[in-house]
């Protein structure tokens, strides 16, 4: 068995928040630069508004480019393939250097989508590398609790982008069960007032606000 | 080998992918720089390892019987073989040491022996390092790469496998182990060799750990594990010996284990290498280094020591201030290529006031005759240049037996005019090939 202590645990979970919050802003911003080619633009402050992220662009050209590859700025994407990777870097042991090795490569990729004149087609790769790690993940690391953790970082990541930025809303009650499922597999022990709105919601068995539901999400860990 | 050149962009890019850095502060700030890789390796000849084998055994040997005698009998000082001032004045002597004798009395388990080979195609070691030697993990990643990225060249050449690595550290590890789990205690993600203590931890099979994570109750060492906290029975630690413990070395030391001396002194967990090896490491001490062979194992030194002089020796410090302008000065206090100051590159100024300073505090330094050693070939530019270079070659010292890794670390400078090879000063490296016929 692998032994993790508190700290491995809060870096197992962050990993997992990482890599999907690098995933999805990468998948959004790269329809993004599609639509900069025919002129229109994300409603950038609408944006950093639902994101609760300072609105510091000032275009949506700007947005896309410094949202994404500002590593000043903790807010951006780079900033957080930085931790997605930092956090990787201090599991090798429990993850392997093979799996390591894709977030590696995604944070390559993302320096070269930095200097490109055409960065989609690195930000692709970020997201490829994204998907491998996952697979590898999963294959690398025996221990379901372990791998649970990682998950259930991940699916408080997706339900809180979700929440937030009303993306498939449709999604929300199957993305709360999983999250449930995954949550009961890791053995930690979640905020008791916030799993109660987060299990109650999932069931369906009273109206809960975005914000209520997205409060609970968060402090599911908050300490 | 021209396979391997051919590959030179496809091994560092896979290099890259699998982080293979070193960290650096500079400025202030931490920064993470890839370690430069030349392709072309060093290859030593089977029978030329032979030799370099047998001598970094016995070598190692008579340093553990050194490190053993001084916190235990001292007989080596009673029978007036080393005088006392280079002991009890090294820094690298600990008296919270004295008396303890480590699980099985090893005290170096990994030493990193330091050596040149000269144009006269001796080898000559350039120091030894018994605290906490690195760069093992470097040669370790880079052959698995290069295998992958030519495999004809390995096909073609009998290299001797040193892929083995990580269970030599597994078998050296469970040899001291007094019951429990294996761990490499790291600083953090922030020091400059993190890359080497998580690849080395993985590849051994032991858990990564640090402050925090290991706490001493009732002389023994736990691991604080979700699961419930588990007995620690050695621990392979990558912190220097005054911050392990903040109960008995800097008070001030957040990155260590408090307690953790009295778990070592009661016997209950191995310590990967034992407290107190850096006064068997000092510069001072290396020009004893034959002697001791002499005096523990009745052996001649198989392995040379570069021409040193000693200023604590009037004789020598006389030689010394007269030959200042071809000698190497190395003071003792320092490392990782710092305050090593080449006698022809100073202004009679500089040298006058060198001189000065060997002379007001001659314990401080010694001086070397400068060794003309041999340039290897590197990749610069896609040009082949010659530059000077350097290995380390890591011994593992178990309770049962002391063998050498069949691989090493060859560090080569950058600066064509420069002799210093440390990856902090901006130095690559290579692999190192030992040919099995």
Redesign the interface.
Known sequence: MDSVTLSKQNRLYWLGRYAERVYAAVQVLMEEYDRLIDGEGLDYTAFCRDMGIPCVYISAEDFCRRYLFDGTNPHSIRSAVESMLGNGMVLRETISSPTLAYLQMAHGAMELAEHSDAPCVPLQWVLDDIMAFRGSFDDSVEEERIRNITKTGSQVERISLMLRMGWHRERLDRELQKLLNRLYKTGLQPNPQALEVVTACALGNEPVSRQQLLESVEGLFAV | MDGLVRHTRQINQQL????VKFGIYKNGTFQERLFPFDAIPRVISHEEWQVLERGLIQRVRALNLFLKDIYGEKRILSDGVIPEDFVYRSPGYLPQCEGIVPVKGVYSHISGIDLVKGKDGVWYILEDNLRIPSGASYPL?ARQLCRRCSPETFRQNPVVDNRGYGRLMRRTMDSVNTGG?NV?FTPG?YNAA?FEH??L??QSG????EA??LYVRDSTVF?????GD?RVGAIYRRVSDEYMDPLTFVPESLIGIPNLMAAYRAGNVGILNAFGNGVADDKGIYYFVPKMISYYLGEEAILSNAPTYLPFYPEDQRYVLEHLDTLVVKDVAEAGGYGVVFGSGLTAQQRQELAGTIAAQPRRFIAQEVIDFQDLPILEDGEQVERKADLRAFVLSSGEETVVWPSGLTRFSRNPHSFVVNSSQGGGFKDTWILSR
């Open positions: 890259a992918r699998y982080g990643i789990i490499v993600r993190y998580s690849y931890a993985e032991a858990v990564l750990a925090g994570d691991y604080r594990s979700t699961q588990q």
